[in-house]
């Protein structure tokens, strides 16, 4: 296991070293637009089913209870700080590491297998170089702005379970998400999905690139990819949480999700 995370860190820093010294060239470009319409485009659908009805269902949940307590109104800032602070980007990123992850060590995989990979180091060609830093980057950009677009299809799916089916006023409900969410909890959420799609990105890679020989190596691989990150995601949520609400804190003191 040590000798694994020792290889580990060794493919990031060489993905990293071919990052800032090729990320930015026009040949490298080329082979990332690709891979944004493979990664971010293909993956809108999943993402905007998951987080509408995981909005929906979190109206219905906590209806219940908020009409218990006369503050029905009052359900939109609870739906819009779980929504933006943890489910958008974590569903987002545990969905790209089931669909991409997946999807990249099965492929890196088989070109390991067939020895694609070694036929580009024959050629003098760093398969890192070729292959990784532009699926890297992919995961990277555009698991934010996947968690951004789960994040609007939550809310929205909040709100038309919330007024449209179950009565809640649609003033209110709009007040009091505003005033209960700021733009600390919005940037809390992308910051967190920029390190998960980092992270799904190198595992996934990483992974594909390590795998054992035959179909059953490259069916381990994907396997593995997604265990891997999805441990890795949430792990992560964990300490970006708890770092977030010291500092939050300790700046602005503790505030109640209702504004008060």
Not at 170 to 178: I, L, R
Request: net charge neutral; glycine share 12%; charged share 10%.
């Amino acid at each position: 296991m040590l000798a694994e995370f020792g290889q580990f860190c060794d493919f990031a820093g060489r993905t990293f070293i071919w990052l800032f010294a090729t990320g930015l060239r026009w040949k490298s470009i080329r082979q990332l637009l690709p891979q944004l319409f493979e990664i971010g485009v293909q993956s809108i659908p999943v993402i905007a089913v998951t987080g509408g009805f995981i909005g929906m269902i979190m109206a219905i949940e906590t209806f219940s209870q908020f009409k218990a307590l006369g503050q029905e109104d009052r359900m939109g800032s609870v739906i819009f700080l779980s929504v933006v602070k943890q489910i958008g980007p974590v569903l987002a990123a545990v969905m790209l590491a089931g669909r991409v992850g997946g999807a990249l060590a099965a492929e890196l995989g088989t070109m390991n297998v067939t020895e694609q990979l070694d036929a580009l180091r024959v050629m003098g060609t760093d398969p890192i170089r070729f292959l990784v830093v532009p699926r890297f980057i992919a995961c990277l950009l555009l698991t934010p702005m996947l968690a951004i677009y789960s994040d609007i299809t939550g809310i929205v799916g909040g709100w038309i379970i919330s007024v449209q089916v179950l009565g809640v006023p649609s003033g209110p409900f709009w007040h009091y998400a505003h005033v209960g969410v700021e733009m600390w909890q919005v940037n809390e959420g992308i910051i967190k999905s920029l390190f998960f799609g980092g992270a799904i990105g190198l595992i996934s890679c990483y992974k594909g690139f390590h795998c054992g020989a035959g179909a059953n190596g490259v069916g381990r691989a994907c396997t593995e990819s997604f265990v891997a990150s999805f441990l890795c995601i949430i792990i992560m949520n964990f300490f970006f949480a708890q770092i977030a609400q010291d500092w939050y804190i300790g700046l602005y003191g503790i505030r109640s999700v209702f504004g008060n």
